[in-house]
């Protein structure tokens, strides 16, 4: 009986190098927040082009102080895509503020520029924007109208480590911007946050909130959070922007594999890349499948070859916790819906081979000519 191979969606790319500095790390006895949480932070605002870097535990917390730091409060209307990760639209709650879900765009996944200026009223405070899957909003379109009706813009860049947009790094456009080091990420910390900005007083600010509102020891000023990262975690963050380059490399190698061999595929359509975007950070490759085709069923046949996908993030108007709160009418969101129910990410990882990359393009043909 043939094996059949196990294909995973994401593995991170860590070795020696990090084990190593992990190594040094505990042995020096210092283990919280530190001197390598501070060269983290250094090098990272220079890897961007921003002036200030502020690590914290997790891509979450980035988020939440970043939040907070731009000046939403209770009964603030904040505007975030419907398609995202939980966190962008929880962190609006930690405040007690309101997220107001805005529809994707059917071609990009990121938020809807008409849909957004639509969904402005006196309450709103902020936009959100998400970079899906590394690509990178139309942040001019974006901070022009944050301009035009005076918003705050906090990006978050979970996704786009990497990306460039105009000739801006990703990181160095927004007021704020804030990135994830989950496993699964472009680079990872096993679990951290960044946030980066030009602004002196938001760094100072966000400094402080992330470690329990303190300006000096003991001395607290703000209502603040142990969202501080460990010098484990800042230690596997430095050797693994050594690595970035090489990271993203392997990533278009990749990508370049996927468009060849799906390219003209009937039931199928490619990532799609708008002119603005000079680099793809490529956290996730989206393909779209037809509207007559069962994303779900194909995902799990998939499976069965060994093969791990995922169905991107369900929107958040399809969530109980959201949907129950804000009586929130599916009908105001099919375009984000129609989108995300065709929508299958491939298996995107440093070290893919092509011979797994030419197994899984043929898996995939052969389920969806077989549904058509």
Same mark, same amino acid.
């Given at each position: 009986?043939?094996?059949?191979?196990?294909?995973?969606?994401?593995?991170?790319?860590?070795?020696?190098?990090?084990?190593?500095?992990?190594?040094?790390?505990?042995?020096?006895?210092?283990?919280?927040?530190?001197?390598?949480?501070?060269?983290?932070?250094?090098?990272?605002?220079?890897?961007?082009?921003?002036?200030?870097?502020?690590?914290?535990?997790?891509?979450?917390?980035?988020?939440?102080?970043?939040?907070?730091?731009?000046?939403?409060?209770?009964? =603030?209307?904040?505007?975030?895509?419907?398609?995202?990760?939980?966190?962008?639209?929880?962190?609006?709650?930690?405040?007690?503020?309101?997220?107001?879900?805005?529809?994707?765009?059917?071609?990009?996944?990121?938020?809807?520029?008409?849909?957004?200026?639509?969904?402005?009223?006196?309450?709103?405070?902020?936009?959100?924007?998400?970079?899906?899957?590394?690509?990178?909003? =139309?942040?001019?379109?974006?901070?022009?109208?944050?301009?035009?009706?005076?918003?705050?813009?906090?990006?978050?860049?979970?996704?786009?480590?990497?990306?460039?947009?105009?000739?801006?790094?990703?990181?160095?456009?927004?007021?704020?911007?804030?990135?994830?080091?989950?496993?699964?990420?472009?680079?990872?910390?096993?679990?951290?946050?960044?946030?980066?900005?030009?602004?002196?007083?938001?760094?100072?600010?966000?400094?402080?909130?992330?470690?329990?509102?303190?300006?000096?020891?003991?001395?607290?000023?703000?209502?603040?959070?142990?969202?501080?990262?460990?010098?484990?975690?800042?230690?596997?963050?430095?050797?693994?922007?050594?690595?970035?380059?090489?990271?993203?490399?392997?990533?278009?190698?990749?990508?370049?594999?996927?468009?060849?061999?799906?390219?003209?595929?009937?039931?199928?359509?490619?990532? /799609?890349?708008?002119?603005?975007?000079?680099?793809?950070?490529?956290?996730?490759?989206?393909?779209?499948?037809?509207?007559?085709?069962?994303?779900?069923?194909?995902?799990?046949?998939?499976?069965?070859?060994?093969?791990?996908?995922?169905?991107?993030?369900?929107?958040?108007?399809?969530?109980? /916790?959201?949907?129950?709160?804000?009586?929130?009418?599916?009908?105001?969101?099919?375009?984000?819906?129609?989108?995300?129910?065709?929508?299958?990410?491939?298996?995107?990882?440093?070290?893919?081979?092509?011979?797994?990359?030419?197994?899984?393009?043929?898996?995939?043909?052969?389920?969806?000519?077989?549904?058509?």
């Amino acid at each position: 009986m043939k094996k059949i191979p196990n294909i995973p969606m994401a593995n991170p790319y860590v070795g020696e190098e990090e084990a190593m500095a992990v190594y040094k790390t505990i042995k020096s006895g210092w283990l919280s927040m530190g001197p390598k949480v501070e060269e983290f932070e250094n090098s990272f605002a220079k890897l961007v082009g921003a002036k200030y870097a502020i690590a914290t535990n997790n891509g979450t917390t980035a988020l939440h102080v970043a939040l907070i730091a731009a000046g939403i409060k209770d009964g =603030d209307e904040v505007l975030i895509p419907d398609i995202t990760f939980a966190s962008t639209a929880n962190v609006v709650m930690y405040e007690r503020a309101i997220p107001i879900l805005v529809d994707c765009d059917p071609k990009t996944y990121n938020i809807s520029l008409k849909d957004l200026e639509r969904k402005i009223t006196k309450k709103t405070k902020a936009i959100m924007p998400v970079d899906m899957n590394g690509m990178p909003v =139309d942040y001019d379109a974006i901070i022009s109208i944050a301009e035009k009706y005076n918003l705050k813009v906090i990006a978050d860049s979970a996704e786009s480590l990497g990306a460039v947009y105009k000739g801006k790094r990703v990181g160095s456009i927004a007021p704020l911007h804030t990135f994830s080091f989950f496993p699964n990420k472009n680079m990872t910390t096993g679990e951290g946050g960044m946030i980066t900005t030009d602004d002196a007083k938001l760094a100072k600010t966000l400094s402080q909130l992330r470690n329990m509102g303190q300006d000096y020891r003991y001395h607290h000023i703000h209502l603040g959070f142990n969202y501080r990262m460990t010098e484990i975690a800042a230690s596997i963050g430095i050797e693994q922007m050594k690595k970035l380059s090489d990271i993203t490399i392997d990533k278009e190698r990749i990508v370049k594999n996927y468009d060849e061999g799906l390219m003209n595929q009937l039931g199928i359509s490619l990532p /799609y890349v708008p002119n603005y975007v000079d680099k793809h950070a490529w956290y996730m490759y989206t393909v779209s499948l037809d509207d007559n085709i069962n994303r779900d069923e194909v995902a799990s046949e998939l499976s069965k070859f060994g093969i791990e996908t995922r169905t991107s993030f369900p929107p958040i108007h399809t969530q109980p /916790y959201y949907s129950d709160r804000f009586k929130v009418d599916k009908k105001n969101h099919i375009t984000s819906y129609n989108a995300w129910k065709s929508l299958l990410n491939l298996p995107m990882w440093v070290g893919l081979s092509e011979q797994q990359q030419t197994y899984i393009i043929d898996k995939l043909i052969n389920i969806v000519k077989a549904k058509l």
